[in-house]
């Protein structure tokens, strides 16, 4: 089973910054697109950003874009979610995903199609 490790959650006042981490096996890093999504209290879970196996792509939700940055160093087998300017609305669990792909350069904004999940990291954005 695919084991994803998410590490960066915390509380942040409004404005504020976090980065996020995401830690898979090589195999798995080596053989996916990756993203993040959050579920906030009372609402769906929703998809935040996502990059290419490549790393060469990536896709944002309009909510977030100029805002975060999604990165991923493949020499620790790690992704990022870079957060700035934290808003109140920020405020969810996310989580990081893995989807397995043959495309590299291919980016996913549906939960649907991931099929691994980490086990969900709080963030919380005080106003």
């Known amino acids: 089973q695919v084991q994803l490790v998410e590490s960066g959650g915390g509380l942040v006042q409004a404005g504020g910054s976090l980065r996020l981490s995401c830690a898979a096996s090589?195999?798995?890093?080596?053989?996916?697109?990756m993203g993040w999504f959050r579920q906030a209290p009372g609402k769906e879970r929703e998809f935040v950003a996502a990059?290419?196996?490549?790393?060469?792509?990536?896709i944002y939700a309009d909510s977030v874009k100029g805002r975060f940055t999604m990165s991923k160093d493949s020499a620790e087998n790690t992704i990022y979610l870079q957060m700035n300017n934290l808003k109140p609305e920020d405020t969810a669990v996310y989580y990081c995903?893995?989807?397995?792909?043959?495309?590299?350069?291919?980016?996913?904004?549906?939960?649907?199609?991931?099929?691994?999940w980490g086990q969900g990291l709080l963030v919380t954005v005080s106003s």
């Open positions: 090589r195999r798995t890093f080596s053989t996916s697109a």
């Open positions: 990059i290419s196996w490549s790393g060469a792509n990536t």
């Open positions: 995903a893995a989807a397995r792909t043959f495309l590299r350069g291919r980016v996913y904004d549906t939960a649907a199609q991931y099929d691994s």
